[in-house]
């Protein structure tokens, strides 16, 4: 499971004995002005919530959200991107995405989510294509989670690249 950046970064200055502030919030709106003030305009978080509070703090970037959700007002309000997990997804929420860049996921060995294969990927696009309403979802991308991608030396890693 993938958990919110500030948890991770928290987890790691604990391991280093750094002082931490009380407030998660002041760290992360920390780490973010840094991140911020280096030159980074695209985050992506699993966590709504946390996408809102990076909002907030960059109005200008893009922010990615790797989950899919229900609260299609609160992404739009926000202006985030969001996956597209899946061919039953897309039909069941076409109408809830219009105006809501999404990117399409490709799923990989670990088969948590995604489309399952080009010719779901192809329907999702061609369907698109048909709507000729300007109220519809924005495709802005394709991506995928490899999830062996560390790991040079298993058979998964090769295999995981030839399909994508």
């Excluded at 003030?37 to 893009?62: C, D, M, N, Y």
């Excluded at 790797?66 to 202006?79: I, L």
């Excluded at 076409?94 to 779901?120: A, P, Q, T, W, Y």
């Excluded at 061609?126 to 709507?131: F, G, L, P, R, T």
Aim: with cysteine; glycine share 4%.
């Amino acid at each position: 499971m993938v958990q919110p950046l500030w948890k991770t970064v928290w987890q790691f200055l604990k391991k280093l004995n750094v002082e931490l502030p009380c407030d998660s919030e002041i760290l992360l709106l920390g780490i973010y002005l840094k991140v911020l003030k280096a030159g980074i305009q695209t985050f992506s978080t699993t966590s709504l919530k946390e996408a809102i509070r990076v909002r907030e703090i960059a109005p200008h970037a893009t922010i990615f959200l790797m989950n899919a959700v229900y609260e299609f007002d609160t992404v739009r309000e926000y202006e985030i991107h969001m996956t597209l997990p899946s061919l039953t997804y897309y039909y069941e929420h076409k109408e809830d995405l219009r105006n809501i860049h999404v990117h399409l996921e490709f799923e990989n060995l670990l088969h948590r989510s995604g489309f399952k294969d080009l010719e779901e990927l192809h329907e999702v696009l061609e369907d698109h294509a048909q709507n000729k309403s300007d109220n519809k979802m924005i495709i802005s991308g394709i991506w995928t989670h490899f999830g062996y991608a560390d790991e040079f030396d298993v058979p998964e890693y090769d295999i995981e690249r030839q399909a994508w």
